[in-house]
């Protein structure tokens, strides 16, 4: 039997259908319920008789009475494969299925949890004006740049380094370029035991949750903040305290006593893109002494600054070794590369490698290496300077739609980032805004799924990074009619 028998095909252990109709039944379920592909053949006729425990010839008669009711198709010197009409005759049939054809339900009854889930729809990409988070346009990647490092790395020379299991160590090539060429623009220096590499910052967070839900304390947030860090921190067993915001960021004065951990984003608060002033961080540094916390600075964005100098990163400016650096590289060249990274304290990296080591091993070893190529070959400064344009003029763009058609309602002071933050009135509610609007085609993020515990309604998040220039104006203008049909 060959090894890409689809070994699911059973025949059942008690039929009065004969053989040859069994073998049948058997198949053009499959078939139905969309088991077996489209594009490759089925097994040979010797293959399934091997597996049947029957004759050839049985195997054979089955296939043409299946080729008879238009299950298959024969093709030459190629064997048997489904029908292409099948394809519509079961969506045709998964449409007239009846609610008394249940599922059969799980053995497990799960309690309800906390967690966030992504409100927007798998096919965002669709929709003409997609304002949502964490999408970049894909027209800005740098195809050409990422395909040579790619070829580089899948050279001889290189493949050894990947091709075998690195345990949970990351790539030194990885480690280098990151403390040379990313963390230095952020004034920080670390050793490369000082560093560990993650996919995305998510999975940084979850990692940090996990190594310190063991001290039982809570964990401090901003509020309203990033609801990943919420989830992480949930799933890692944490109890979480929301903390305020103000123009100048999280208010240290209101993060209580007895916290672990405080979770902030500095360079641009998620989701109200303020800037955290100096005199906030070091007031925030001064509280981590006093009320003997660690603080985890997630750099969200840090490199959009677009009118000013990025400010000082808390890490840097960090004398007691309280601050827990996490960055990612979603923003500035793919989500889909899933790359990030935690900078802290040797103990504190060696406690995060274990537990990363027990969730996945390590991050995929062929990429860190692309990725390595990518920075040492200069692609990554060339194409962050190339963005950093776009958006700009994006954001400038943005700027003036907004105060030309939505200067009704309030706006959070940026310079920078890929989105804005807009807030209603008494009694405004974005989430049937955003229902109104999806039936218009345009996407936006409502405001309470940032909130810790979901009440304030009045607010919605405008990201711009996917939607071209020429489109932005033209679609804050649909966001503002729904707007004023609301007000």
């Not at 899948?154 to 380094?161: A, H, M, N, Q």
């Not at 692609?379 to 003036?400: C, G, P, S, T, V």
Request: charged share 20%; net charge neutral; aromatic share 10%.
């Amino acid at each position: 039997m060959s090894s890409t028998t689809p070994r699911f095909l059973k025949l059942p252990d008690a039929s009065n259908l004969s053989l040859r109709d069994q073998i049948c039944e058997v198949i053009s379920s499959a078939i139905i319920s969309k088991s077996l592909a489209h594009d490759r053949a089925l097994p040979s006729c010797r293959d399934l008789a091997n597996q049947f425990g029957v004759s050839r010839n049985t195997v054979f008669a089955a296939y043409n009475k299946l080729i008879d009711l238009d299950f298959l198709v024969s093709r030459d010197r190629s064997g048997y494969f489904i029908n292409p009409q099948m394809a519509s005759l079961n969506n045709l049939q998964n449409e007239l299925r009846t609610a008394a054809q249940d599922e059969k339900p799980c053995i497990v009854s799960f309690p309800p949890n906390e967690l966030s889930p992504v409100v927007n729809p798998l096919d965002w990409n669709s929709y003409p004006y997609p304002f949502i988070y964490n999408q970049i346009d894909p027209d800005l990647f740098p195809v050409a740049s990422w395909r040579e490092c790619t070829r580089q790395a899948l050279g001889r020379t290189k493949t050894p380094i990947w091709a075998s299991d690195s345990v949970e160590s990351d790539s030194p090539q990885l480690i280098q370029q990151l403390r040379q060429r990313l963390l230095n623009t952020r004034s920080i220096y670390a050793e490369e035991d000082e560093i560990l590499i993650t996919l995305g910052s998510q999975n940084a967070l979850f990692i940090l949750g996990t190594i310190f839900s063991k001290f039982g304390k809570p964990i401090a947030l901003e509020d309203p903040g990033f609801f990943g860090a919420r989830n992480a921190f949930r799933m890692s067993g944490s109890e979480l305290i929301g903390v305020p915001i103000d123009g100048d960021g999280i208010i240290p004065s209101k993060i209580p006593n007895g916290c672990q951990l405080v979770f902030t984003t500095p360079s641009h608060q998620f989701p109200t893109m303020i800037t955290m002033s100096q005199s906030r961080r070091k007031e925030l540094l001064k509280a981590a002494d006093e009320k003997d916390f660690l603080i985890i600075e997630d750099d969200y964005e840090a490199e959009m600054n677009y009118f000013s100098q990025s400010s000082h990163s808390m890490m840097s400016m960090d004398t007691s070794g309280r601050v827990i650096y996490v960055g990612s590289l979603s923003k500035t060249l793919s989500p889909g590369i899933r790359l990030g990274f935690i900078v802290a304290h040797r103990d504190i990296i060696r406690e995060a490698r274990i537990a990363r080591g027990v969730m996945m091993r390590h991050p995929p070893t062929i990429v860190q290496e692309i990725v390595a190529l990518f920075f040492q070959l200069g692609h990554y400064d060339a194409h962050l300077n190339n963005i950093e344009r776009r958006y700009q003029k994006r954001w400038q763009a943005m700027d003036i739609a907004l105060g030309k058609h939505l200067n009704m309602l309030k706006r959070t002071k940026s310079k920078g980032g890929t989105s804005f933050w807009l807030t209603g009135p008494e009694g405004f509610d974005a989430s049937i805004l955003a229902n109104r609007l999806r039936a218009k085609g345009v996407l936006i993020d409502r405001g309470q799924d940032y909130y810790l515990n979901y009440n304030e309604k009045r607010n919605f998040r405008l990201g711009f990074a996917y939607v071209p220039v020429s489109k932005l104006e033209d679609g804050v203008k649909i966001i503002a009619e729904e707007v004023r049909a609301l007000l």
